[in-house]
């Protein structure tokens, strides 16, 4: 049946490219992924870009999706007949078969179809690689900087590197870990689309060389169409470029989008990078990959792969290849490619086409491989005839690192010193070589590359080599200049926690260390348990001799090993040594060089070649002669850090060894956190680092303020704020004496022009800061910062997870302060849930690198930074408690147990017991009715003059109120062991200890407990207190409340009757008489007073009530319910245990011990007032 007419249409030859463009730009050229979309069949598409007729209702759809105007694209048909030439369709084929020549390949690297997964758009390509191997540090930077705002202020990330390292992979393997983890993201972290635009033209492959790619972008349009496309935009399509800009931003305002422009340097577009730079909109993030580097976003620059990711890609890629390469080609094939992924999967590939790999590994670098020139060509091309091109001829003669001052010397440019800092620039942005500091290196492809350049000028290559000899030559002058510029330029200056950077002088305050700690090695957690100062959180550090000015005994001592407890400011001092060296202040004649230990990762570290590394030297025997002749001054910093114990040893056992064998006049300094050396020879002095005095803490101060900016108004004026606090509050002054803790004290002044009145309050600001800015400011490179689950804590959720691991230390009698790396990494796989503990031991280097709060003491071996941070963080873990748990914990024989094991292994265990102390106060935090009672309670004391202590009386009264008959069952077990003189008295004299007025109340409360039992002893207990008392209007009230009891003539019956039974001479007659008559009486006796009571005896109580009140202050009815009644119970449980506690041999202080009894039994308000240091701001 003929089509209807008008309902058919087919695409006109005009707009058959601009169908193709959009095929090609958003199916990557693929029909089928079309079909898919629009769910048609193939064959419609074929007819369609064929140019036949298909049902109009189809072309609209095709023409929609491929963002065509169906209107103007199409021509009609009637009847099924079609006014199309043949000569037309004869030029259509000849144009599609020229378009097909690189479609197979451009499938690969382009989108597959437009897909929405998880709610989220996406144009992304399928990834070419297997599993995704290493980068994992670049991917947690990455993924942290693509946070929304606030959490991240980056809008637009480049990563950059020389062609084949990896970058357009790590940009796709970002946008498809957002697509994986979209369910578990937080909400606000999600993207709502993810458009990849790829402008690369060319792709190298093993088996067919470099082929070239048409590529999806030139322009800006293109990129807007591609967005358009992706977040299926309704627009018109006869637009202008500015009205395409405009709705493109419009709609990405709306969506948060993550936008990846890969192979930008391709791209000569200068509104592509405009756009970018200046009129992205929010919320969009963008990544940007480039061979280039570019001033308009946070850069991430790849460099080789490590060994251990290196070695996971050789071995997968050999597995795909069906290659077998024993680990010695391994570790060759790694050496010759420098890292570089597309070197190693290409050099695989390689070999399993048949070639040998010596044939292969030759081959690399070399001049005219495709290997090479997909690499290098093109850049180096681009330099040739600049300077920048000889400068890197100069570095390429140059062995291991080379400073700038080498590189201009050995290229020519020793007097141009600004062409030389200008072509180095270049070249660092062009990737072809990596600036660490002022040192700078080539990997060994690009070195082999430009190495084999330089054989083409044998002239030049003559000069550079006679430049270098004479470098070499013009030792050990122009080292010492050598290694004074790099030490300058990297170790001169430190980073405040403010983040302001200055120089290591500016905050240098006179140095003292403690000479000669005892000599002995802690290896196992229970040695460094068995010599841990709680009282100056000093673990495993020996004991300590005498104070001596630093710089005094560092140039008195060419060996020395400087110990210290964390934030002692062990690296500041080696880096004031560095300074001051390069001043001419200390050892000026010696060549220095400073070494980061903990940046170590090659377990074949080689001492002496890392010498030859630093000092710029082109071989080994040159070091060896400086240090023959005592020229060498190696300053180490943080043995403690290395990230292995074999590593440690190695290190340890080259430096002993080193140190031996040229002693003459080389000097070695060591820093390191504790004791933990096997190998030092005892040649090495042992020093530790002094606590700041009180003059000191100002020098510091001052110098922090002033090196952050201040004026000298300023500093004066927050320098006496901190002296008045460190004057009036001496538990601010202790801690002050670390600089660590001195710094967070100046940033918290800082920040919020104040200095919170107690430790907890200021311990609060600090960690707050600490966790919420210091994730930038400090990292170990090597280990990644955190996974993905850390970084999305809240900073409550990170609080919470240190309250836990610090509470599990505090139930722990035998370990109060150390972990092991197990234990921790278990409990934090636990608590958040992660998928294994590889990603728990990540976490934690996390919290050591980012906020310093948790760190390694020894080799899987940790502990909280600083005591007081765990006591901190148990303090939030006990308050965090309800008042049951809280009462249930403290009053549990088993948890007293375990508290009064820590206290006697930590004696003077002051911190532990005013934990307790802080707990014991919150049961009664919660209740009104408590607090009301203890401010009676105060005010009784107060009212009342006595020998004892305060403590003592309120525990007194606090016993008499609770008790169930004072006189028998009075509990006085507290006030015992808050007072031993009390205690003595009570078991000599118990009248004599209980004086006149407390006698009297216990008496009144007698009185009222026996009304209350309709006890018959009443009259007698009333006689008791007006024996006792010496108030006339109390004795007077009494009386009238004694007239008015009931009284009886049953009483004196009895005594007639008892009378005329002893006239009876028959005893056993006597008692059967008595048996029989007198319960008649009594029971008769017992009516007539229960009748009066319940009559009047409520009354009564009331009026005998308010008498008390009226004349003691006691007696009120506090109508504390059973559950009430339950907790005051353990409130005074706990305050007992508490003071037996404090009774122990040693247990604490007697400045400890007077705070702790000075706050016993007293309300909230009152602790507040008198103690703001402990409960200033607790709520």
Same mark, same amino acid.
């Given at each position: 049946?003929?089509? /209807? ?61 491929? /963002? ?36 197979? &390949? ?28 290493? /980068? ?366 200055? /120089? ?91 070494? &980061? ?446 007239? &008015? ?135």
């Amino acid at each position: 049946m003929a089509r /209807r007419m008008g309902r058919s249409r087919k695409l006109t030859l005009k707009d058959w490219t601009a169908a193709n463009n959009a095929l090609d730009l958003y199916f990557g050229g693929n029909k089928s992924e079309l079909a898919k979309c629009v769910k048609m069949s193939r064959t419609t598409i074929t007819k369609f870009f064929n140019q036949e007729l298909v049902g109009e209702s189809s072309f609209r759809n095709i023409c929609k999706v491929l /963002r065509l105007n169906w209107e103007k694209v199409s021509s009609f048909s009637i009847n099924g007949q079609s006014s199309d030439s043949t000569q037309q369709r004869a030029i259509q084929q000849k144009e599609r078969e020229k378009e097909n020549l690189g479609k197979a &390949e451009q499938k690969q690297t382009q989108p597959s179809h437009l897909s929405k997964i998880l709610d989220i758009c996406h144009n992304l390509p399928q990834p070419d690689y297997g599993q995704f191997i290493g /980068r994992e540090k670049e991917l947690a930077k990455i993924s942290e900087k693509l946070r929304p705002y606030p959490h991240s202020q980056i809008a637009v990330i480049t990563i950059d590197g020389i062609g084949g390292i990896g970058k357009s992979a790590l940009a796709l393997e970002v946008a498809h870990r957002f697509l994986r983890e979209h369910k578990t993201a937080p909400v606000d972290e999600r993207f709502d689309a993810i458009v990849w635009s790829s402008a690369k033209q060319r792709v190298l492959r093993p088996d067919q060389g470099i082929v070239s790619l048409r590529h999806s972008f030139q322009t800006l349009e293109d990129i807007c169409k591609a967005i358009s496309f992706t977040l299926s935009i309704e627009e018109k399509i006869d637009h202008t470029k500015s009205e395409l800009l405009e709705f493109t931003c419009r709609a990405l305002t709306k969506k948060r989008t993550l936008l990846i422009v890969d192979n930008l340097e391709s791209v000569d577009d200068e509104a592509v990078m405009e756009f970018l730079k200046d009129h992205l909109p929010a919320p969009t993030k963008a990544i940007i990959t480039t061979r280039h580097r570019i001033d308009v976003a946070y850069p991430i620059r790849l460099k080789g792969m490590d060994w251990e990711d290196a070695q996971q890609l050789i071995n997968q890629s050999c597995q795909e290849k069906n290659v077998k390469l024993n680990q010695e080609q391994k570790e060759r094939l790694y050496r010759r490619t420098g890292g570089v992924p597309l070197a190693i999967v290409w050099t695989i590939a390689r070999i399993g086409l048949g070639y040998k790999i010596n044939t292969v590994l030759a081959s690399l670098g070399r001049y005219k491989t495709d290997l090479s020139y997909f690499c290098f060509k093109e850049v180096l091309n681009h330099i040739r005839d600049r300077d920048s091109y000889k400068l890197l001829l100069a570095l390429t003669v140059c062995e291991g690192e080379a400073s700038r001052e080498k590189i201009r010397y050995v290229s020519g440019f020793k007097e141009d010193e600004f062409s030389c800092d200008d072509g180095l620039v270049e070249l660092d942005i062009l990737s072809l070589i990596n600036k660490s500091g002022e040192m700078f290196t080539m990997l060994p492809l690009t070195k082999t590359y430009v190495a084999q350049e330089l054989k083409f000028n044998t002239t030049f290559e003559k000069e550079l080599h006679k430049r270098l000899n004479e470098w070499n030559g013009n030792r050990p002058h122009s080292l010492i200049l050598y290694c004074r510029e790099k030490i300058l330029k990297q170790y001169s200056r430190m980073r405040l926690l403010s983040g302001q950077e200055i /120089r290591v002088d500016q905050l240098y305050v006179d140095t003292w260390l403690l000479e000669k700690p005892e000599r002995k090695y802690f290896s196992s957690p229970e040695n460094l348990l068995l010599n841990f100062d709680i009282t100056e959180d000093r673990l495993a550090l020996g004991k300590r001799i005498r104070r001596n000015p630093g710089f005094e005994i560092a140039n008195l001592n060419p060996n020395l090993i400087i110990l210290g407890k964390p934030g002692s400011g062990k690296t500041t001092f080696l880096k004031q040594l560095a300074f001051a060296w390069c001043q001419g202040k200390f050892q000026p004649e010696k060549i220095a060089i400073l070494i &980061e230990l903990r940046r170590i990762r090659d377990p074949n570290w080689d001492f002496v070649k890392a010498i030859v590394r630093e000092l710029g030297l082109s071989s080994e025997a040159m070091a060896l002669k400086l240090l023959e002749q005592g020229k060498v001054m190696v300053l180490m910093d943080g043995l403690d850090e290395v990230r292995t114990d074999e590593l440690r040893r190695n290190i340890q056992s080259q430096v002993t060894k080193i140190s031996r064998k040229y002693s003459q006049n080389n000097r070695f300094i060591l820093t390191c956190r504790t004791q933990i050396m096997k190998q030092i020879s005892n040649s090495f002095m042992l020093v530790e680092m002094a606590d700041f005095n009180q003059k000191q803490v100002g020098q510091f101060v001052q110098n922090w303020f002033t090196a952050d900016g201040q004026s000298e108004a300023g500093v004066n004026e927050k320098l006496e704020m901190i002296q008045r606090i460190m004057t009036n509050q001496p538990d601010l002054r202790e801690i002050a004496a670390n600089p660590v803790i001195l710094s967070l004290i100046c940033v918290v002044l800082q920040d919020s022009g104040e200095i919170p009145k107690n430790r907890a309050s200021l311990y609060k600001k600090a960690i707050n800061w600490l966790l919420r800015r210091w994730n930038d400011q400090k990292e170990i490179e090597g280990w990644e910062v955190g996974t993905r689950a850390y970084r999305q804590l809240s900073i409550e959720d990170k609080e919470l997870l240190l309250m836990e691991i610090s509470a599990s230390k505090f139930e722990n009698p035998n370990n109060f302060v150390l972990f092991s790396q197990d234990e921790l990494v278990e409990k934090i796989t636990q608590k958040l849930h992660l998928a294994n503990t590889q990603e728990g031991l990540a976490v934690l280097k996390a919290i050591e690198s980012q906020h310093g709060l948790l760190i390694e003491r020894a080799d899987e071996l940790w502990s909280f930074s600083h005591l007081t941070f765990q006591e901190y963080f148990t303090v939030q873990w006990l308050t965090q408690l309800t008042s049951q748990e809280l009462a249930e914990k403290i009053t549990d024989r088993q948890w007293q147990k375990v508290v009064e094991k820590l206290v006697k292994s930590q004696q003077p265990a002051d911190r532990l017991l005013r934990l307790v102390k802080q707990s014991v106060d919150q049961i009664t935090i919660q209740e009104p009715i408590f607090q009301t009672f203890l401010d009676w309670l105060l005010q009784k004391s107060i009212s009342l003059p006595s020998n004892y202590k305060p403590a003592t009386i309120r525990a007194f009264y606090y016993s008499l109120v609770h008790a169930r008959v004072p006189n028998v069952y009075l509990n006085l077990s507290l006030a015992r062991a808050v007072d031993q003189i009390f205690s003595i008295e009570l078991d000599r004299d118990r009248n004599r200890a209980i004086d006149h007025d407390r006698a009297l109340d216990l008496d009144l409360y007698c009185v009222l407990s026996r009304a209350h039992a309709l006890d018959h002893a009443l009259n007698f207990a009333i006689n008791r207190v007006l024996d006792n008392t010496l108030s006339t209007d109390l004795v007077s009230c009494l009386h009238q409340l004694q007239n &008015e009891l009931p009284q009886s003539n049953l009483l004196m019956e009895v005594k007639n009757l008892l009378q005329e039974l002893c006239k009876v001479g028959n005893v056993q007659q006597k008692l059967v008489l008595a048996i029989k008559v007198l319960p008649i009486y009594f029971l008769k006796f017992h009516e007539e007073i229960q009748y009066w009571w319940s009559s009047y005896g409520d009354q009564w109580i009331e009026r005998l009530r308010q008498v008390m009140i009226e004349h003691r202050n006691i007696g009120q009815d506090w109508q504390f319910n059973q559950e009430q009644q339950r907790q005051l119970r353990h409130y005074y449980e706990a305050n007992t245990f508490l003071a037996k506690l404090m009774n122990s041999e040693g247990a604490v202080t007697k400045a400890c011990r007077a705070e702790i009894e000075d706050g016993l039994l007293l309300p909230w308000a009152e602790l507040q007032r008198r103690q703001p240091h402990l409960y200033g701001e607790l709520e």
